[in-house]
């Protein structure tokens, strides 16, 4: 629920400017269009836009004080175990006055200080202001399901749920950061603190920030890393997970307002339908999104609410609708992400809006419990680098390189070049290191800054199983800079509240540390919990090749959208940023309007950088205008 922003001043003996923070505050309004408040404390100053999904009267109103009106906060999510805390401060003398869990967290604040952040269950971006001893602590939850970004400019702190509205307040200017274009490109979206603005940083999920006057200490309350792991039987886990997902499940529901739940037809989603049916006796409402041109999605989705007997709602979108919302996914996702899914999710999101207010997605279950194909595949790239060992030599691959005719060849020949660590980008990875002099300009990234980053995350996790490295390591990049940004921004840009229950801290901590051969069986990934759902939804649809909402990015540009993508990427003014080589992206074009293979990703990889350059960093607005016929 909701949006926040703050200003916090270098200089204690200042004030914070009320215009200033208002601007920043009415920036995000479509994340909290029930009702917005905002507090100048001195040096301090937070804003608030608020969704109503608990207590929908005015004492849940932000910003929030204590009693005494010492310890003020301004927040974002959802606490899950708000009850308990409650419960637990009143036994130590606190009165409550609401029925939010807003205000566990001034109460809890006066009770433990800092150590109330690691108490939290749930989804939450917050900050709190002491006026006891000045100083302001800014928190992200354990795996960042909602986003927060950091400027700091001339000693003081902007700080707020999306990137719009610390350049609202005009003390930083979009520019772009050059050197992460590669990162972008290889990945999808740029991992770790930094973001595509220059001087725009994300608070890292597990971290919480301190400000006291000049000084700032940022400090890890959560790591996935320090998970260890447990000995148990497949027996155990599956009976525990099956309490686990329903006690998840339970505390997923709480709102005062309607829900629902995406459903995809795949496993994740239809599983946490069948449980909220079956064992939580809920009558549920349902939504999917398909397209004229492959309409299996729909239909396995229509399966599962006809099971089920859910209200179900099922939409198409054409690749009319798609380039009508690429604008819409630039506007609010801000980054450049190449997530051809977020244009379906963002007008999925605004069609569920007058049904539903809160949803449930099954987002987090591939990382939690190994469902990515990638993860069987990068054993069998392990078995195949000791059977196949002379691959190993960077001469042998040179000279095979000119007899494979894809990059997607090429890049399974780099990969078994090189170990795990090395090579597990995440299931996103688009570029290794034989592609890139193809596509850069001489001097070009030598692709160092992603190498560097994985190689720090594989480090802390050395002596884990290989499973549990690349699922930690997913965590951290894929999960929190991509999957999760993309499903809090399209639905709160409808003004809808997505939860994960996936992402429960306590399920996080379960997948991560049972056996990998609890989860990876016989090349099959997710298979506890598959397993365990083996009761609930037909064999076919638990085993089938997992899809969740695609979109015909690859048709569409082969086809219908071709010309306009054609002549956006050979447009000089977007060859002349110099990020690639001109015969590169012309050869691409040919290559995936022949047939000859995929470039689809990639091609929409190009298109969302250009678009946003021009609306982001040159102002343009209606950017995908560009795509349009003539």
């Known amino acids: 629920m909701c949006g926040i922003a703050g200003i916090v001043l270098g200089d204690t003996r200042a004030s914070v400017d009320p215009a200033m923070l ?4 009415d920036s995000i309004e479509h994340r909290g269009p029930d009702g917005r408040g905002q507090k100048e404390l001195g040096f301090v100053g937070f804003g608030h836009r608020r969704l109503s999904i608990l207590d929908l009267s005015e004492a849940g109103a932000q910003p929030f004080a204590d009693p005494a009106q010492e310890i003020w906060t301004t927040y974002n999510g959802e606490i899950y175990n708000w009850r308990a805390l409650r419960a637990e401060l009143e036994a130590a003398g606190h009165a409550f006055r609401s029925e939010c869990d807003t205000e566990v967290l001034v109460h809890g604040w006066r009770e433990w200080g800092t150590d109330l952040i690691g108490k939290l269950q749930g989804m939450f971006a917050l900050a709190i202001h002491d006026l006891r001893d000045g100083r302001v602590v800014i928190a992200r939850d354990r795996l960042g399901i909602k986003p927060l970004y950091l400027a700091q400019v001339d000693g003081d702190w902007l700080f707020a749920s999306e990137i719009r509205a610390i350049l609202a307040s005009n003390r930083v200017k979009a520019a772009p950061e050059p050197d ?33 006057g000049k000084q700032h200490d940022e400090h890890r309350y959560w790591d996935p890393a320090k998970v260890e792991p447990i000995e148990c039987s497949y027996e155990e886990s599956k009976a525990r997970l099956k309490e686990l997902f329903a006690k998840t499940l339970e505390s997923h529901l709480m709102s005062d307002v309607p829900l629902g739940c995406f459903l995809s037809g795949g496993v994740d989603s239809s599983g946490t339908v069948a449980f909220l049916v079956r064992e939580l006796g809920r009558k549920i409402s349902t939504f999917t999104v398909g397209y004229p041109e492959d309409k299996s999605e729909l239909g396995h989705a229509e399966r599962v609410a006809k099971l089920y007997g859910t209200d179900h709602h099922a939409f198409e979108l054409t690749h009319e609708d798609f380039l009508s919302g690429i604008d819409r996914q630039l506007e609010h996702a801000e980054e450049p992400l190449v997530e051809s899914a977020a244009v379906a999710l963002l007008e999925l999101s605004r069609i569920t809006k007058p049904h539903a207010t809160v949803m449930l997605s099954g987002e987090g279950a591939d990382e939690i419990f190994a ?13 195949l680098r000791n059977l196949l060992f002379p691959l190993r030599s960077g001469a042998v691959r040179s000279a ?23 090579r597990h980008h995440g299931n996103s ?21 992603v190498e560097e980053h994985f190689q720090q995350l594989f480090a802390a996790v050395a002596h884990r199983d290989p499973v549990a490295r690349m699922q930690i390591a997913d965590l951290q990049t894929w999960l929190v800079d991509d999957l999760l940004l993309k499903a809090d921004k399209m639905t709160m840009a409808a003004s809808l509240e997505l939860r994960v229950p996936f992402l429960d801290n306590d399920m996080v901590e379960f997948g991560l540390a049972i056996p990998a051969e609890h989860k990876l069986r016989n090349g099959v990934g997710k298979a506890l919990l598959k397993d365990m759902l083996r009761d609930y939804l037909p064999e076919d649809l638990l085993y089938r090749t997992k899809q969740g909402f695609p979109v015909p990015v690859s048709q569409w540009f082969r086809e219908g959208l071709h010309d306009r993508v054609r002549g956006l990427l050979l447009d000089e003014r977007t060859l002349d940023r110099g990020y690639l080589r001109r015969e590169y992206v012309q050869n691409a074009l040919d290559r995936h309007k022949s047939g000859k293979e995929d470039l689809g990703r990639r091609l929409f990889s190009l298109v969302v950088l250009e678009l946003w350059h021009r609306r982001w960093v040159e102002g343009e607005t209606g950017a995908a205008a560009a795509l349009q016929p003539a």
């Open 22 to 25: 208002q601007v920043m505050t």
């Open 180 to 212: 992460l274009v590669d990162a972008y490109l290889t990945l999808g979206y740029v991992p770790g603190e930094r973001t595509f603005f220059g001087g725009i940083r994300k608070l890292r999920p597990g971290h919480f920030l301190v400000i006291d």
């Open 371 to 383: 469902g990515y194909p990638l993860y069987a595949r990068n054993r069998q790239l392990d078995s």
């Open 400 to 422: 095979m390189r000119p007899f494979l005719r894809t990059e997607r060849l090429r890049k399974y020949l780099d990969w078994v070049g090189m170990p795990l660590d090395a």
């Open 429 to 449: 990875c688009d570029v290794t290191p034989s592609l890139r002099p193809a596509m850069y300009p001489p001097g070009g990234p030598s692709g160092d800054f």
